[in-house]
């Protein structure tokens, strides 16, 4: 993994591959490379780290032809070096092949080709497929037949792209499972292939996504789409709508310095056209939910990683309180290995930006199977998650090109929140003036977030104060414990800095013993169900000498008096504050990290998008 751009068609390949390979590196990666057919000879260039280096070897040794694909990897077979980049050719030099995925048993397919004579010129598990389709080539089969063949024998989820220099006018593509997508795009005489949109949409908006089992034989004039035993399977393309200027920093230092700001758009396009003030309504057309099925539901089983598992923590709360409908949360890399208690009376809600999470869609297929309705939050519309998914809901916040997720978890949170007053209201839960109440007040989300961008300068202040820590301890309660956890994972991605998400009530119960003058801790205070505990919570802090930041609601009098630097946030209902109290923890792990000299676009060892388990 993680990124994959292919082109055929009268262009020269190269700057188009290279300039699609940049729109990825939002997705992470370690090393880079590019296989271009130049004069019915494939040349390849590639190396270790980033884009810029593989670049500079292009503009030392130029390569130029009309088809060709390239490739961002992150490592998970073989060292990130030179060696082991992506594209990888066979042993004749006729095939080159890019891949997304793990080859499960490839360590005994390397052997049985081993045994066969074939020479290994990588670590990777990536390099038995292309010999695999070397070895039906040799065997008088057509690439795409060679590709099948080859494919069938290899275990795993996989994204695949390759061509053949004696088959040099197309190109073949695969997709087995949920190892991120592989997208087609529609040119003028000419065709564009990639793992995701923003790597071709300033060439095409008209697409095809691949579904798992299909192959797609790409020509510069056509597409033929077959499952892995040949068989034709009719399509559709779809217009995309994205603008890729949208995927530009503008006059932003970073990505996801724009992204934290871009909150009060995409907090108000989630809300926009679902949410019927005048008559207190939510509307998720998308989601395929009626009081039907509202009243069949026995349990929702919220599932996602990382971040999306934050916001599936506050979904839990949200929706037992205003639904009361009993919702568990899971996160998705364990969900299928517990034997959950679903059934045909379950739903499966699985959150996330990308849509092509590998544990996620794996969880998803194991609640599938047992009956359940499936649903998802997701930012990607064509993505894997969306399309198995029996109903679905936009995040609606444009491409989110930082790494670290910052707009797609605050625009779930809502998201969750308007599902859970639409539930309620179908299952007669609330009443009209209580659906009224809480729908009247997700007019003011925008701008509580807003005046949380507008007190930048301030959390900069404390980021100088404390940027020198080695360690840190986030605390809330109630539906802010998923708040300390989404704070302590925004500085710990992009800082290196070691923090620790709690619920305050177990700071006694271990890691109080860790407190003292080096220990800051960073406290959710705001006024809400929980704010005695935590007024107390900081006492015992401040009692074992540690210093404390709180994030407080402006007005408060009682904080400033307690802690040593405060983030303020403005007063608002307690069930929609997660969206916004999180705001100045992901500008303050910001400032940190830009103080501290580092990438927060691409934090070492991280994917945007994580397509194997």
């Not at 490379?33 to 030392?60: F, P, S």
């Not at 949109?197 to 579904?211: G, M, S």
């Not at 008096?561 to 504050?577: F, I, N, T, Y």
Request: net charge negative; proline share 4%.
């Amino acid at each position: 993994m993680c990124g994959i751009v292919g082109y055929i068609g009268p262009q020269d390949a190269t700057p188009i591959i290279l300039n699609g390979l940049k729109r990825l590196e939002y997705r992470g990666y370690d090393s880079a490379g590019i296989a271009v057919l130049e004069n019915n000879h494939i040349e390849v260039r590639r190396d270790a780290g980033k884009l810029h280096r593989l670049q500079t070897i292009v503009e030392e040794q130029p390569l130029h032809g009309p088809l060709g694909i390239g490739h961002t990897r992150w490592a998970t077979h073989g060292e990130p070096n030179a060696r082991n980049a992506h594209p990888h050719m066979g042993s004749t030099g006729d095939v080159v092949l890019v891949h997304n995925g793990i080859v499960e048993n490839y360590l005994v397919l390397r052997d049985e080709l081993e045994a066969e004579g074939v020479v290994f010129n990588s670590d990777t598990d990536t390099e038995v497929i292309v010999h695999l389709v070397e070895r039906y080539m040799s065997q008088d089969e057509s690439i795409e037949d060679a590709a099948r063949k080859a494919l069938r024998h290899i275990e795993g989820h996989h994204g695949i792209v390759l061509f053949s220099a004696s088959h040099n006018d197309r190109i073949v593509a695969a997709r087995i499972g949920n190892a991120g997508g592989v997208v087609i795009g529609f040119g003028e005489d000419e065709m564009f292939v990639a793992s995701d949109l923003p790597a071709i949409l300033e060439h095409t908006r008209d697409v095809v996504f691949l579904e798992s089992g299909q192959m797609a034989v790409v020509t510069r004039s056509e597409l033929k789409l077959t499952d892995l035993e040949g068989s034709l399977i009719d399509y559709q393309t779809e217009t995309v709508s994205w603008d890729p200027v949208a995927a530009e920093k503008g006059e932003y230092r970073h990505f996801m310095q724009k992204e934290i700001y871009e909150q009060v758009r995409s907090l108000t396009d989630t809300i926009a056209g679902r949410v019927d003030f005048e008559n207190g309504e939510i509307h998720l057309d998308t989601l395929n939910l009626d009081k039907s099925l509202a009243n069949r539901i026995e349990k929702i089983y919220a599932i996602a990683c990382g971040t999306a598992g934050y916001a599936a923590m506050v979904g839990k709360v949200l929706i037992e309180r205003i639904a009361r409908m009993p919702v568990e949360f899971d996160i998705a890399s364990e969900f299928r290995y517990r034997d959950p208690l679903v059934n045909e009376n379950s739903v499966v809600l699985a959150i996330s930006q990308s849509g092509e999470t590998a544990d996620t869609l794996a969880a998803m297929a194991e609640g599938k199977a047992r009956g359940a309705t499936l649903w998802a939050i997701i930012n990607m519309i064509g993505s894997q998650a969306m399309r198995i998914a029996d109903g679905y809901i936009s995040m609606q916040t444009g491409p989110e090109i930082g790494v670290a997720s910052t707009k797609a978890y605050t625009a779930p949170l809502i998201d969750l929140y308007m599902l859970a007053v639409l539930l309620a209201d179908l299952r007669g839960t609330i009443n009209p003036d209580e659906r009224m109440a809480l729908v009247s007040e997700l007019r003011h989300v925008p701008g509580w977030a807003a005046a949380c961008l507008e007190r930048d300068a301030e959390v900069e202040k404390v980021a100088h104060a404390i940027k020198d820590m080695t360690h840190c301890l986030y605390l809330g309660r109630g539906i802010h414990t998923a708040t300390a956890y989404e704070g302590a994972l925004k500085l710990k991605e992009i800082s290196y800095i070691h923090a620790e998400g709690y619920p305050a009530g177990e700071m006694k119960h271990g890691p109080i013993a860790l407190v003292d003058k080096d220990m800051p801790v960073i406290a959710i205070a705001t006024r809400d169900p929980w704010y005695e505990k935590m007024i107390s919570q900081i006492e015992q802090t401040k009692a074992r000498g540690g210093k404390v930041i709180a994030v407080a609601t402006e007005g408060d009098k009682l904080i400033p008096a307690l802690a040593d630097h405060v983030l303020w946030v403005p007063e608002m209902p307690w069930m929609l504050s997660p969206a916004i109290t999180v705001i100045p923890l992901q500008i303050l792990a910001y400032h940190i990290a830009t103080l501290r000299g580092l990438d927060v676009d691409q934090p070492r060892n991280l994917a945007k998008s994580v397509t194997v388990e």
